[in-house]
């Protein structure tokens, strides 16, 4: 089997919709209204500052763990985890022992930019791009967002954003200004979003619905033409909606997971054609419940599909096609596993865990064993 690369991918939302600015190559917040946008035909600058805004103490740990993800902070690897306390926090890696004052958010991803690390923080009233390293900021999006993802155009680094009211906004990393917006001609709900090159093609999966009716469905979009291409994908049940994406490379090609209530589906995102039948996480009473998380991995000797699991039961490394399970890590967290991300050290292929009791675990895919004990825990 050849390289596994693996791609930071965010889960965010996005609904179908006509571009109504030009694209040169082309887990939710609470709902505020939008600042209103300067009348000028100039591109918007989002307002930038130099420092960050001082966090309120809450501990050392998280209440609840929602996002994690790998980055690189002075040159040396860490782990980066958002909590529900508000906080986004920083730790070396492997000690997993804090190695910066935290910033603020409860939901993050991480990007490179020439280089560098750089996180994008979320919280109820929108959301900003740090320069890790610095601490600068380096975009401010002024208004909520349900879910956001990283992309590229025409190979410039953008971020996706998308709010509760079908809007989708682009933003162009290298100048830090507004690059374009998406109508997507609905109020629907964002709930994922998730880009990629399939083939020359840079694509935009964008997952739609409200809880609670049957408008769950996941759309494409060919960015260089803004438009939509092909059907849209279905949950395969009623009143549920996709509300997580992620894009991976296997074998050379892209492959689309997408997790609701009703299973974790794939879906070869060139051909858009199905990869072996839904995996469910059905309990033993017969209850189905949605994989609270998951990610693509590579254990050293295969590509693998990581599921986290609710009640402190196992991850479970699977087969990405078929979904049949390869192998077991005893997992630490009491409840369930709420963020995963995969990553390398020091040449070995890592995985991050993060629970709702507000701890963060490291994990050797290759010997499937934790490394070091778990970052604390926030206040109860």
């Not at 693996?6 to 609904?15: A, D, H, M, P």
């Not at 040169?24 to 600042?35: K, L, Y």
């Not at 890592?350 to 290759?366: E, F, I």
């Amino acid at each position: 089997m050849p390289g596994f690369p693996l791609l930071r991918s965010i889960v965010i939302i996005l609904v179908a919709g006509l571009c109504t600015a030009d694209l040169t190559g082309c887990s939710p917040a609470v709902e505020a209204p939008d600042r209103a946008h300067p009348s000028s035909s100039q591109p918007e600058k989002s307002p930038a500052s130099s420092s960050v805004p001082a966090p309120t103490p809450t501990g050392e740990g998280h209440t609840d763990v929602p996002s994690v993800a790998f980055g690189r902070l002075r040159g040396r690897q860490v782990a980066v985890t958002a909590g529900a306390e508000g906080r986004v926090r920083i730790w070396w890696l492997p000690a997993l022992e804090p190695a910066a004052d935290p910033l603020p958010g409860n939901r993050a991803a991480v990007v490179e930019l020439d280089g560098r690390s750089a996180v994008f923080a979320a919280d109820r009233l929108g959301g900003r791009l740090w320069d890790l390293d610095t601490r600068r900021e380096l975009l401010h999006v002024p208004a909520p967002v349900s879910a956001f993802a990283f992309g590229r155009l025409r190979g410039s680094p953008v971020l996706f954003t998308g709010d509760r009211r079908g809007r989708v906004k682009i933003w162009d990393l290298t100048s830090g200004t507004l690059a374009g917006s998406l109508n997507t001609g609905t109020d629907l709900r964002i709930t994922a979003l998730a880009s990629a090159q399939a083939g020359s093609r840079p694509i935009l999966v964008v997952a739609i619905g409200n809880h609670g009716d049957d408008s769950g469905h996941a759309q494409f979009w060919d960015l260089a033409t803004r438009r939509r291409t092909g059907a849209a994908l279905l949950t395969g049940g009623e009143a549920e909606s996709f509300d997580q994406l992620q894009i991976t490379p296997l074998d050379g090609r892209p492959i689309l997971a997408a997790g609701s209530m009703y299973g974790l589906k794939r879906w070869d995102l060139e051909s858009r054609y199905g990869l072996g039948p839904s995996i469910e996480n059905r309990q033993e009473d017969g209850r189905l419940f949605a994989f609270p998380s998951f990610t693509m991995a590579f254990d050293g000797r295969r590509p693998v599909l990581v599921t986290g699991q609710f009640s402190g039961a196992p991850l479970q490394l699977r087969d990405p096609i078929n979904g049949s399970v390869l192998a077991e890590l005893a997992v630490q967290h009491q409840g369930a596993v709420t963020a995963l991300a995969a990553g390398t050290l020091d040449g070995d292929q890592m995985l991050l865990s993060g629970g709702d009791d507000g701890a963060v675990r490291l994990w050797n895919l290759r010997t499937r064993k934790q490394i070091g004990g778990p970052t604390p825990s926030g206040p109860s």
